[in-house]
C-alpha cells in the first residue's frame, strides 16, 4: 500500500487526527449509536490491520440479528472519512445484486447523509460507486453472474453473509482486487456448512492466528450477545419454541454450529421424536380433529390400457393417503397444533377417478376438516375433482424445488418442536424416512433438496419410493393455516340504574 495513506502524515488535518482517535465516537456522534461490547475486538484488529498495512484476513461471526450490519455499515463510513483526503479504495461484496447489494447501497447512501460529516459531501459515480473526497467505495455482487472485473480494493475488501459468496468466484474475481496493496480483507457472516468461503477462510486465518498470536477470529453465539442486548435473549427463545433448538436454522444462525451440506435428513434422533405410543385407528374416534394428507402420482400407462396387464413400476404410480389427528391443545404454549398420522392408505395402479370416489367417502366418513394434496402436475386433475366435490376444504400443493425446499425445512420444524408423530409404525414409511437424504444447494437461498435415492432399496431389494415421507411432509402447509381454540360465550348480565 502506498505511504500516501499512512496515518502519521504531515497532511493530516486536526479534525482527521480526532476522526482516528476513536471510530466509536466517530459514529456516536454522528449516528447516535454506540458500539456494543463483543464490536469493540474485531472493530480493533481491523482498524489496526489497515493502519498498519498487515493485510490481515479478519473472521467475524455474530448470530443473526445481532447488529452485524450495523456494525459493518458504521465501520465503512468511518474509513470513508478517514482516508478521504488521500486515494483509497475500498470493496463491498454482497451474495446477490437485488437484494442484498441494493440494499447496502441504500443504507450507506443513508448513513452518509445523516452524518454531519459527511451530508453534501460525498457523491455518486454510477450505480454502484460511493465518492468522499479522494476515497470511495465500490458495493459489488458475489453472484456467479455478476460482473465485477476492474474494481480495486486499496485498503480493504468487505465480504458480507460469505457463507453464501461463491467461493471460486471470490477467488478469481475478488481476491486479485488486493493484490498490489496486500488489502486487508473482512470475511462477515453466520456459520453454515464446512464448504463454504466464510469457514474456509477462518481456517486460514485460525492458522494465521496460532503463527503469530494476533487475534484474527471473531465468534459470538447468542449466548453472547444477550448478555448486552437482554430482549435479544427474549427473541431467540421465541425461535427456539418456534423451530426448536436442533433446528439446522436454529443451530447455525444463533449457535454457531456446523451442519453437514449432504446428510440423511432424518437421522436417529429425529425417528425418535416421531416415535409415540399413541394408537393408530382405522375408524374415526369421537371428538377428534382429522386432516388428510394426500401425496400424488400418475397412473401407469400399461394399466390404463390393460387393467389386468403388470405393473412396470409397482410402486411409482402409487396415491398415498396420511390421515393425522389435530390436538389443538399445544396452540395455548405453541401457537400452532401437533400432528399424529393415525392411519396410513395406498392406492396403486387404479384410475383417479376411481381415487376420487374413495377419498371423498373417507372425506364425508373421518368429517375430515382439511385436505392437503398434491396437486403438480398429474395430480392437478384429482385436486380439481375434489375442489369442487369438497370446497373450502381442499389445500393445493404445487411441487418445485422451492416449495419442496420450504416444505422440507417446515417439516423439520415441526419434528424438532415435538409436534409431529406417527402411530402407525408403519414399515414402508420408516423405510423412507430412513433413506431420505437431504443436500443444502450453496447460496443465499438456503434451498434444502430432499428425497429418497431412486436406487434405493431395502434389505430384499425392493426399491424404496418416498410417497409416505411425502404425503406426511405436506403437515407443513397445516401450519401456515390460523388456529385457535374455541370457547363456550359467555353471557354477562349488567344491571343499570337510572
Not at 485460525?206 to 471473531?218: P, Q, Y
Not at 434451498?447 to 431389494?461: F, I, K, M, Y
Request: net charge positive; proline share 4%; glycine share 6%.
Amino acid at each position: 500500500m502506498s505511504t500516501t495513506i499512512s496515518l502519521t502524515q504531515n497532511s493530516r488535518t486536526k479534525r482527521v487526527r480526532k476522526i482516528c482517535k476513536s471510530p466509536g465516537d466517530y459514529t456516536l456522534y454522528g449516528t447516535g449509536i454506540a458500539f456494543r461490547p463483543y464490536q469493540d475486538a474485531p472493530l480493533q484488529a481491523i482498524i489496526e490491520s489497515i493502519v498498519h498495512h498487515r493485510g490481515d484476513t479478519i473472521v467475524i461471526i455474530f448470530p443473526r440479528q445481532s447488529g452485524k450490519d450495523e456494525f459493518l455499515l458504521n465501520l465503512q463510513l468511518y474509513l470513508l472519512d478517514l482516508y478521504s483526503v488521500v486515494p483509497a479504495a475500498m470493496v463491498v461484496v454482497n451474495p446477490t445484486y437485488k437484494p442484498q447489494t441494493e440494499t447496502a447501497l441504500l443504507r450507506f447512501d443513508a448513513a452518509l447523509n445523516r452524518h454531519p460529516w459527511t451530508r453534501g459531501k460525498w457523491r455518486k459515480k454510477g450505480a454502484y460507486m460511493r465518492l468522499l473526497g479522494h476515497a470511495r467505495c465500490a458495493f459489488l455482487s458475489g453472484d456467479g453472474k455478476a460482473a465485477v472485473v476492474g474494481a480495486t480494493a486499496s485498503l480493504a475488501i468487505f465480504v458480507n453473509e460469505a457463507q453464501d459468496v461463491i467461493a471460486s468466484k471470490y477467488y478469481k474475481e475478488f481476491e486479485p482486487m488486493l493484490a498490489s496493496t496486500n488489502a486487508t480483507r473482512i470475511f462477515a457472516g453466520t456459520v453454515w456448512t464446512t464448504q463454504t468461503l466464510l469457514e474456509q477462510e477462518k481456517k486460514h486465518a485460525l492458522e494465521a492466528e496460532e503463527a503469530d498470536g494476533r487475534k484474527r477470529v471473531f465468534v459470538i453465539d447468542a449466548n453472547d450477545v444477550k448478555k448486552s442486548v437482554p430482549w435479544y435473549g427474549k427473541h431467540v427463545a421465541n425461535v427456539i419454541k418456534k423451530l426448536g433448538r436442533q433446528n439446522p436454522l436454529v443451530k447455525t444462525q444463533y449457535f454457531n454450529e456446523l451442519i453437514d451440506a449432504q446428510a440423511g435428513m432424518f437421522n436417529a434422533r429425529r425417528m425418535a421424536l416421531i416415535a409415540t405410543q399413541d394408537k393408530k385407528h382405522d375408524t374415526p374416534q369421537a371428538g377428534s380433529i382429522y386432516a388428510f394428507l394426500v401425496d400424488v402420482a400418475g397412473q401407469d400407462e400399461a394399466v390404463m390400457n390393460d387393467p389386468g396387464a403388470e405393473l412396470s413400476n409397482a410402486g411409482r404410480d402409487s396415491v398415498t393417503l396420511s390421515i393425522v389427528e389435530i390436538d389443538l391443545s399445544t396452540i395455548e404454549i405453541q401457537s400452532v397444533p401437533s400432528y399424529t398420522v393415525v392411519h396410513r392408505q395406498a392406492w396403486t395402479g387404479q384410475n383417479h377417478l376411481a381415487i376420487f370416489g374413495k377419498l371423498k367417502s373417507l372425506a364425508n366418513n373421518w368429517n375430515m376438516l382439511y385436505m392437503v394434496m398434491d396437486a403438480t402436475g398429474v395430480g392437478e386433475g384429482l385436486w380439481a375433482m375434489l375442489d369442487k366435490a369438497l370446497p373450502g376444504k381442499i389445500i393445493p400443493v404445487k411441487f418445485s424445488s422451492k416449495s419442496k425446499s420450504e416444505i422440507g425445512w417446515a417439516f423439520l420444524s415441526i419434528i424438532e418442536t415435538g409436534r409431529f408423530h406417527d402411530a402407525t409404525d408403519h414399515a414402508g414409511a420408516r423405510k423412507q424416512y430412513i433413506a431420505c437424504v437431504s443436500e443444502i444447494k450453496p447460496g443465499p437461498a438456503k434451498l434444502l433438496s430432499w428425497s429418497v435415492p431412486e436406487t434405493a432399496r431395502d434389505e430384499n431389494g425392493l426399491l424404496i419410493h418416498d410417497d409416505y415421507l411425502l404425503a406426511d411432509a405436506l403437515v407443513a402447509k397445516l401450519d401456515e393455516l390460523s388456529w385457535y381454540i374455541g370457547s363456550k360465550t359467555t353471557v354477562i348480565k349488567t344491571e343499570f340504574t337510572e
